[in-house]
């Protein structure tokens, strides 16, 4: 049975962004720290420009990201002295946290790399 309202394709597009980008934060969080340490402050503007702009995320949101992936093990932290001001907490990926960004690569992310994905994507994105 066809659709009686009409579709609109940009109202779905930022309802499936927002989901798909809310579930990537802890991939951009992970492949940024895989890098070197850093402290919160610096993952922000960090991550918006590794992912190219598409995920922004705000302080408080990575403070609960990182406080939850610490519990979990996967990433480790320790204060720094800071050479302007108080000292930082700087984050850094565990050995586990390591091997869970690297299954989750092989996992979710190569497989864009299959030809035969690959060339399914090309195919719609195609102008």
């Not at 009409?6 to 980008?21: C, R, S």
């Amino acid at each position: 049975m066809p659709h009686k309202n009409p579709i609109d394709v940009d109202d779905l597009l930022k309802n499936w962004e927002d989901v798909y980008k809310k579930g990537l934060l802890t991939f951009w969080v992970l492949l940024f720290l895989h890098e070197r340490p850093a402290y919160a402050y610096e993952l922000s503007p960090a991550i918006a420009e590794l992912s190219q702009g598409t995920i922004v995320a705000d302080d408080n949101s990575l403070y609960r990201a990182l406080n939850r992936f610490e519990s979990l093990g996967i990433v480790a932290s320790e204060l720094r002295q800071s050479e302007v001001g108080p000292q930082r907490r700087y984050y850094r990926l565990t050995e586990a946290g390591t091997e869970l960004l690297a299954r989750f690569i092989r996992r979710n992310i190569l497989v864009f790399e299959q030809p035969a994905i690959a060339e399914r994507i090309q195919a719609v994105a195609a102008p």
